[in-house]
């Protein structure tokens, strides 16, 4: 079982559409990170959480530590949100806290 | 351009030969990762370096593999006698030194026929 999943993997979404982005782990954690990867392969911070929820724009993500649980909403979605989303925890001391750990990715298509 | 740049973006070779991947990371980033990412998958750690130090190499990094940061600035990661099985795309990234944002690489796609 991989230390991070991610729900749905592929997710297709009509514009102005609410979505939601789910990552589970299994290990303890001191940040998670939610990154974006156009293709071409291109990857971009989005998020970085420790607890709580954080706001960009039309972005929101949540992560709730004791459920181990993280979600990335998009409001008002757009076709140039299309794209993959990736879920990657770093670990909590020693060796494991600066590498990432990542999911394999939710591919989102928005449809205009 | 401040941000991480990767030479060369894509690598076509045959099984066999040798290859080597460079990575110049933002200017006062004094940590260096290197990722391998295959297709449908999420990136997987490979090495890591803090200033011109190896912390760390992980399982999936064979002996045909060797990374090195030699000044604590630009990195390079070689692979020996590659095999199809390296086809990927090699990501780079790098941050300061308190563990924050991870500033990613464009990539180098590599396609071993």
Known sequence: ?112 | DTGVSQDPRHKITKRGQNVTFRCDPISEHNRLYWYRQTLGQGPEFLTYFQNEAQLEKSRLLSDRFSAERPKGSFSTLEIQRTEQGDSAMYLCASSPGTPVYQYFGPGTRLLVL
Not at chain 1, 3 to 30: D, H, K, R
Not at chain 1, 60 to 88: F, G, M, W
Request: a positive charge.
């Open chain 1, 1 to 112: 079982k991989n230390e991070v999943e991610q729900s749905p993997q592929n997710l297709t979404a009509q514009e102005g559409e609410f979505i939601t982005i789910n990552c589970s782990y299994s290990v303890g954690i001191s940040a998670l990170h939610w990154l974006q990867q156009h293709p071409g392969g291109g990857i971009v911070s989005l998020f970085m959480l420790s607890s709580g929820k954080k706001k960009h724009g039309r972005l929101i993500a949540t992560i709730n530590i004791q459920e181990k649980h993280s979600s990335l909403h998009i409001t008002a979605s757009h076709p140039r949100d299309s794209a993959v989303y990736i879920c990657a925890v770093r670990g909590v001391s020693g060796g494991s806290n600066y590498k990432l750990t990542f999911g394999k990715g939710t591919l989102l298509t928005v449809n205009p």
